[in-house]
């Protein structure tokens, strides 16, 4: 049985897939990105939080 494509990636993956880099996806998150919809935040007491994107979502709102 084939596995099922996760919905949720790290910023490092959600960045390979889409064709930019980290940085984009980082520095676009509280303006282009909604939160809860495009992305979501795993530790967000963290000093560093973890950040998980959701990639048919941020590829619909791109060809937009």
Known sequence: MPKKPRV???T???AA???C???YLRENRDTIFKKGTH???L???AWRPTYRW???KIQKLMEA
Do not use: F
């Open 8 to 10: 949720w990636l790290s």
């Open 17 to 19: 897939e889409l064709g």
């Open 54 to 56: 959701h990639l048919k």
């Open 39 to 41: 992305y979501r935040v």
């Open 43 to 45: 530790n967000p007491n």
């Open 21 to 23: 880099g980290p940085k």
């Open 12 to 14: 490092a993956e959600a």
